[in-house]
């Protein structure tokens, strides 16, 4: 069953201060609560892509996060969400989980309030996060505009790197840089795209690069060879260890981008589900070079990757 089936089920929204909600398939819902206030939540939570649980909690608070600050929002509080074995309780795991996450929210200047737990054989983790934006000031995936300058803020790979780790198979210099990359805040970015007065944005999460692009409204021209990916991520792909979220994407999108006649390998690595990506941002040509330098100074810088074209499909060129 089709993701849009099953929010089909939901009855229509009528309250008017629903500025954003599911019909546009963004990155997280935006009620107003006063003329210059709109409170904006999110929720994600999964099972653990990484070996260490600390590290674990860390990515999955800035997963949660990233919605938020794909919609130029600014968080304000969070509610941790877990399922977890009883019977594992008196491991430590799940301390070093939520330590973990509670240290990444701290960093992002809030706290986690409450939350909720369940027994699961199968753990699972993540948060509910609130935060707010001004009405007027939202960065919705629909307002893009032709000849706008498409940035990526992080490199892919992340969904080629957790199979990998599960197999044993993922170099060990590789794994810590998708772990830096997972765990690292979309904050700057999200700051640097509302100076820049960015028309549109999303985070690159379990669609991978294609399926968020194709919720950017107006379609677009990417080269192949300028999106970013982690050093070693292409091996991988070599090995066939795409997870099976990557392959549904590819599935999904297979027959509605004009590839350019990019090989199949490549079409994967563009669809690879990720978790805790970059910001994909739609800037005005006229501020593409100060959303750069606004972001010169950190870690991952953003890459033009391509530009919003109108014509409502996606092409790729080498």
């Known amino acids: 069953m089709e993701l849009g089936q099953v929010l089909g089920a939901l009855p229509p929204i009528v309250d008017p201060n629903v500025l954003v909600a599911t019909a546009g398939r963004d990155d997280a819902a935006v009620y107003r609560i006063a003329p210059d206030r709109a409170l904006v939540a999110t929720v994600d939570f999964f099972t653990p892509i990484v070996d260490d649980p600390a590290e674990f909690g860390a990515i999955a608070a800035a997963n949660a996060l990233s919605d938020i600050y794909a919609m130029g929002a600014r968080p304000l509080f969070a509610l941790g969400i877990t399922a977890f074995p009883r019977e594992k309780l008196g491991t430590g795991l799940l301390e070093k989980i939520v330590a973990g996450g509670a240290g ?75 772990v830096a990359v997972m765990s690292h805040l979309n904050r700057a970015a999200s700051e640097a795209m509302l100076g820049a007065r960015a028309t549109a944005a999303t985070d690159v999460t379990g669609y991978g690069l294609i399926g968020h692009l194709s919720n950017l ?46 090989s199949e390998l490549d079409q994967l690595l563009l669809c690879d589900a990720q978790t805790s990506g970059g910001l994909l941002v739609a800037i005005p040509p006229e501020n593409a070079a100060g959303f750069e330098k606004a972001m010169s100074a950190e870690l991952y810088r953003p890459v033009r990757i391509g530009t919003i074209t109108g014509r409502g499909t996606i092409r790729v060129s080498a």
């Open 217 to 262: 409204k107006g379609g677009a021209d990417i080269e192949l060879s300028a999106v970013p990916f982690m050093s070693g991520v292409k091996e991988l792909a070599e090995k066939d260890l795409f997870p099976s979220g990557s392959r549904r994407n590819h599935a999904a999108y297979r027959e509605m981008v004009d590839w350019g006649g990019i």
């Open 104 to 178: 990444k929210m701290a960093e992002a200047g809030i706290a986690v309030v409450g939350g909720h737990s369940v027994d699961d054989a199968e753990p699972k983790f993540g948060y509910a996060v609130t935060g707010e934006v001004h009405p007027d000031r939202v960065i919705a995936n629909d307002g893009a505009h032709p000849g706008d300058i498409l940035f990526l803020t992080k490199p892919l790979g992340s969904g080629l790197v957790a199979t990998a780790i599960k197999r044993g198979l993922c170099p060990r210099p590789l794994e810590r840089e998708a």
